[in-house]
């Protein structure tokens, strides 16, 4: 019985594990992110993380250590380079395991391990390469200038296109001609003769007949 065996075998000899886990660590360094089974991403994230508080005291003696584990120059001078530098202060939790789900055709659990600070989706100013992205505070303050001068220049558009309609208010043909039509009315009527009032004389035949 594995009573208080608190190490996942692996269902593999002592060997076959120790083998698994070198390559799958100089693997992750390499690569900064694998993919593999979430017990394997466990046991791994369990041997890593020891060796990379190791790296943040570059000497020998540490080089010396690291690479009793890994077994490979390559893998030891990039755990003592860039991820050492990218890691900085951080006081442990270098790795991320993510789940992805059951495999295909045996349904086996499968996760992603990868490094904290080498993220690009929650650390969107890094590249994978652990390199930050070419954006400055100059450059940061001229867009934002740029976007404002933009905002700024639509307002005084429609300052100027409300404006025109209240300075020239312009006429209808329809109302030209009814204007030019009352005016002719008006002259015609000045134009016409007046009429003479009719004379209150009597004719000279009716006086006549009168003294008769």
Known sequence: ?????KVNALGRTKSHRDAVMKNMASSLIEH????????KAKALRGYLEPLITKSKNNNT????????YLQNKSA?????????EKIGDRPGGYLRIIKLGGRSHDNAEMAMIEFVDYNSI?????????????KTRRSRKKSSGVKQAESAAPTEELVEITENPVEEAPVSDDVVETAQTEEEVVTAETTEAPV?????????DA??????
């Open 196 to 204: 003479e009032p009719a004379d209150e004389t009597p004719a000279p």
């Open 76 to 84: 030891v001078d990039t755990l003592f380079s860039d991820i050492r």
């Open 122 to 134: 929650y650390n969107p100013n890094e590249s994978l390469d652990g390199k930050a992205k070419s």
């Open 1 to 5: 019985m594995r009573h208080g065996n």
């Open 32 to 39: 900064k992110r694998i993919n593999t089974t979430l017990a």
């Open 61 to 68: 003696h540490s080089r010396r250590v690291v690479f009793s």
């Open 207 to 212: 006086e006549e007949n009168k003294e008769v």
